[in-house]
């Protein structure tokens, strides 16, 4: 089944490229970010990209299926410097102002589990049973869809009154299920050195840094650390058990963020090499298949943001096969009715 939506927030285009795959079309894809935009116009050439404030874009004349779109989520962040009142939150509240426009039959918004507890979750789901939509929430783990990450995310999906919701169904790691995907399943047939090619770069660091790096095993972190290798800020911080942590070849890894090339960050070093994962690793570990395209001339920092931030393409495509159930519903309903 053929299905159009609109994609707000867009990214990268993760969630868009999870969504094609099951038949979804992207009819109009709406991003701020200039990078973002190259990215998602190399992917999907046949969009039409919109870089611009959505709270400046009108929605008359459009026509449909679904409204997805992933809000910025650092004000809702359990990391860094969380704030209720950030105004970037009620960007969230402009997917109400699309929908009432536009009435598609389905609507699914992606953010960070901290956004179900905040006023604008509340707004959602009273407005969106105000339009006509039964309205499901929750959490899930991107593992549970076969990508190679533990990664909590909040979903909210709506559809008009009558119809099933389009909840993703879990692929992996339940009864007769295959197993949660390893780091060693994203990094197949990747070369350990990187090779400069497809965003497989490798990033200079100073040997004091290598010197650290060669004292961490595989899935440990900071704590293995000798004396005399130990930054003064780090010999009081009880916390923060993942700085300079090194995945684990046989486990999911942890959440990819926006600076996973800095291992200060996070569990974010190679299981084996002594060295962050680089932007292809983190691409795969995110889901996105060697083909995805990001741009010649994107910084690091750029493409931390677009890979971090993304929704990852496999559970898109679970998102996606949910929608197709609840459209196919609504298509068979319209032609018993007639």
Known sequence: MVFRFIDLFAGAGGLALGL???????????????????????????TEVLEEDVRTVEWN???????????????????????????????TLEMLRCVAVVQPQAVVIENVPRFLRSDQCEELNTRLRDLGYGVRSGV??????????????????????????????????GPGQPRHRTVADAFSRLSIEPDGRNRHDSKNMSDTYRDRFRSIREGGSRRQLPPDLVLPC????????????????????????????????????????????????????QSFPDSFVFPDGHTLYSLGRQIGNAVPPLLGEAL???????????????ATAS
């Open 320 to 334: 996606g096969r949910a929608l197709v159930n609840t459209l196919e519903y609504a298509e068979s309903a319209t």
């Open 20 to 46: 094609h795959r099951v038949g979804g079309r992207s009819l109009l894809a709406v991003e701020i970010n200039h990078e973002c935009v190259e990215t998602y116009r190399s992917n999907f050439p046949g």
């Open 234 to 285: 780090w010999r009081e911080a009880a916390g923060h058990h993942d700085v300079l942590g090194r995945l684990e070849w046989h486990k999911p890894a942890t959440t990819i963020r926006t600076e996973f090339f800095r291992p200060e960050k996070g569990r974010f070093l190679h299981p084996a090499a002594d060295r962050p994962i680089t932007a292809r690793e983190a691409a795969r570990l």
């Open 140 to 173: 899930v783990n991107c593992m549970d869809f076969g990508v190679p990450q533990r990664r909590s995310r909040a979903l909210l999906v709506a559809a008009a009154r009558g119809l099933p919701l389009p909840w993703p169904r879990q692929t992996h790691g």
């Open 61 to 91: 004349g459009l026509v449909a299926d679904v409204v997805v779109g992933g809000p910025p989520c650092q004000g809702f962040s359990s990391l860094g410097h969380r704030r209720d009142d950030d105004p970037r939150n009620d960007l």
